[in-house]
């Protein structure tokens, strides 16, 4: 069974980083691209940070970049997504799923969910 799940979320002060783990089973996350998405109350669902299979190329959201690092770990099966200066604008559910379509950014072609941790940012 295909399975991705999300941990490391949790309540941070402004300012404060947290580090999201993205963890496969089931399957090699070697062949996918890994994106982040993230929703927050009220607002629709938007995609955060990308990682082409295999280490490849990066992309981030304007509002994301220079704050926040994806990175893969292979040999772990788990996609990371570092997280530092965070705002109360950064408040939302962080989701990861897989995708075997290139480039990562096809944002509405991800094929497989995880369940999401919760990203809370406040004083």
């Known amino acids: 069974q295909l399975q991705l799940v999300e941990s490391g979320g949790g309540l941070v002060q402004p300012g404060g980083s947290l580090r999201l783990s993205c963890a496969a089973s089931?399957?090699?996350?070697?062949?996918?691209?890994i994106g982040w998405f993230r929703q927050a109350p009220g607002k629709e669902r938007e995609g955060v940070s990308c990682?082409?299979?295999?280490?490849?190329?990066?992309n981030y959201a304007d509002s994301v970049k220079g704050r926040f690092t994806i990175s893969r770990d292979n040999a772990k099966n788990t996609v990371y997504l570092q997280m530092n200066s965070l705002n109360v604008e950064d408040t939302a559910v962080y989701y990861c799923?897989?995708?075997?379509?290139?480039?990562?950014?096809?944002?509405?072609?991800?094929?497989?969910w995880g369940q999401g941790t919760q990203v809370t940012v406040s004083s």
């Open positions: 799923a897989a995708s075997l379509l290139r480039p990562c950014t096809r944002w509405g072609e991800y094929m497989y």
């Open positions: 089931g399957f090699t996350l070697d062949y996918y691209a």
């Open positions: 990682i082409g299979s295999r280490g490849g190329s990066t």
